[in-house]
């Protein structure tokens, strides 16, 4: 089964507007991470922001924040004022934890987001 | 500069021929774990390692060997490589299982 879900293969956006990537994750675990990462046409892998499963409060860096229900085990990707350069593929990842005595970490199959001028 | 080094960058091989993939990073990091990307499937963990001498299976560990006999180094063994582990292939480091991770460039391997 599916450990992580992101229901979006493409997206787009116009410039400037914020874009909402959706992240479904399914864990038993208590402790766990989940991660987002970007990866642009030339292929590098960058990373982007991360929320622990105890954080209370969701994580923010710059124009990206974590809109994190863990109820509803989503952990969706805002990004504010996109531009340009936001056109990438990007990562929904989550580290299963310490209560499954295993570190693996398992990545979505990524939303393709293309920004429009 | 802070940095994971794979090599080779590109590697077309025949079936059968066992081959490594380097990958090396300079900044002390505890974790590091090996990639394989394919089309619609997103990043699949291979292997990863806590630390020297300890690793562990990812999701897709079948076809590949690793070994951490120092920390700077994670090479990624294909003992018998066969046309379905063509992929592109990526090493990352972390200082632990829980901090961003740093990716190499990646490897594109061909086995034909």
């Known amino acids: 089964a599916q450990k992580i879900t992101q229901t979006q293969p493409g997206m787009f956006v116009q410039e400037k507007e914020a874009v909402t990537l959706d992240c479904t994750y399914d864990?038993?675990?208590?402790?766990?991470?989940l991660f987002w990462y970007k990866q642009p046409s030339s292929g590098e892998m960058i990373f982007l922001i991360y929320q622990g499963s105890y954080d209370e409060q969701n994580a923010t860096e710059g124009r990206y924040s974590l809109n994190f229900q863990k109820a509803r085990k989503s952990a969706n990707l805002v990004i504010s004022a996109s531009q340009l350069g936001d056109s990438a593929m990007y990562f929904c990842a989550m580290r299963e934890g310490e209560d499954s005595s295993y570190d693996k970490v398992i990545f979505g199959p990524g939303t393709s987001l293309s920004v429009i001028p | 500069e802070a940095q994971v080094t794979q090599n080779p960058r590109y590697l077309i091989t025949v079936t059968g021929k066992k081959l490594t993939v380097t990958c090396s990073q300079n900044?002390?990091?505890?974790?590091m774990s090996w990639y394989r990307q394919d089309p619609g499937l997103g990043l699949r963990q291979i292997y990863y390692s806590m630390n020297v001498e300890v690793t562990d299976k990812g999701d897709v560990p079948e076809g590949y060997k690793v070994s951490r006999k120092e920390k700077r180094n994670f090479p990624l063994i294909l003992e018998s490589p066969s046309p379905n582990q063509t992929s592109l292939y990526f090493c990352?480091?972390?200082?632990?299982?829980?901090?961003?991770?740093?990716f190499g460039q990646g490897t594109r391997l061909t086995v034909v």
């Open positions: 990352a480091s972390s200082l632990n299982e829980d901090t961003e991770a740093f």
């Open positions: 900044m002390n990091h505890e974790y």
């Open positions: 864990t038993s675990d208590q402790s766990y991470g």
